[in-house]
């Protein structure tokens, strides 16, 4: 594809539903990244993949939020029993390179998660 | 934890005016700074990307200057346009992956 593609672009989930989100990153694009963005805010790291490799997680706000890349491709945010402090938009972004900051980011337009 | 602050929150101009947003970072070990636009409902859209060995980049009516010793960034807009208003973000690298961002710095050009 031409970009970086999310899905579902709007969630609404009932407090302690579990979700999943899907990000489809560039075609060959080795580095994946999710960030969450709260209202008003800059996006906030989660995670990181290189290929199928999740090589930090040092962001993930809680052991509800989970992440994978099993084949190196598309990647699934999932989020357990959400809480109302879940809502904010999801943003994934894919880059070329292994050495993330050699290449620039591309951003998918992001999920936007409502937790009622 | 990082701290990037981006000065103005806001910003309100004429059409055709230059302008001057700002970045500020704690740390200046930093591999790379990367400025993003971002629109309503949209993702980011990067801009600029400059590397912590250049001093600044250019991409037409943009131009971003880094100064590692102070800490700082900016991104000159020349003679805007109502199509620039948008959020611009900056992004600084500290390891070879965790960006972090500023808030943002919400733009808007009055035609």
């Known amino acids: 594809g031409a970009g970086v593609s999310q899905s579902p672009r709007y969630k609404v989930a009932k407090r302690g539903q579990d979700v999943a989100l899907r990000c489809d990153p560039i075609?060959?694009?080795?580095?994946l990244f999710w960030y969450q963005q709260a209202l008003g805010q800059g996006p906030e790291f989660l995670t990181y993949?290189?290929?199928?490799?999740?090589?930090?997680k040092s962001g993930l706000p809680s052991d509800r939020f989970f992440a994978e890349r099993p084949e190196g491709s598309v990647s699934t945010l999932k989020i357990q029993r959400t809480q109302q402090e879940d809502s904010a938009v999801y943003l994934c972004a894919s880059s070329l390179s292994r050495l993330a900051g050699y290449n620039e980011q591309f951003f998918g337009p992001g999920t936007r998660l409502t937790v009622l | 934890k990082q701290e990037v602050t981006q000065i103005p929150a806001a910003l309100s101009v004429p059409e055709g005016e230059n302008l001057v947003l700002n970045c500020s970072f704690t740390?200046?070990?930093?591999?790379?700074l990367q400025w993003f636009r971002q629109d309503p409902g949209k993702g980011l859209t990067s801009l600029l990307l400059?590397?912590?060995?250049?001093r600044e980049q250019t991409s037409g009516r943009l131009n971003a200057s880094l100064d590692k010793s102070s800490g700082r960034s900016t991104l000159y807009i020349a003679a805007s346009q109502p199509g620039d208003s948008a959020t611009y973000l900056c992004?600084?690298?500290?390891?070879?992956?965790?960006?972090?961002f500023g808030s943002g710095t919400k733009l808007n050009v009055k035609p």
């Open positions: 075609s060959g694009h080795v580095s």
């Open positions: 740390d200046s070990a930093i591999y790379n």
């Open positions: 993949f290189q290929n199928e490799a999740q090589l930090d």
């Open positions: 992004a600084v690298l500290y390891n070879f992956n965790k960006f972090y």
């Open positions: 400059i590397q912590s060995s250049q």
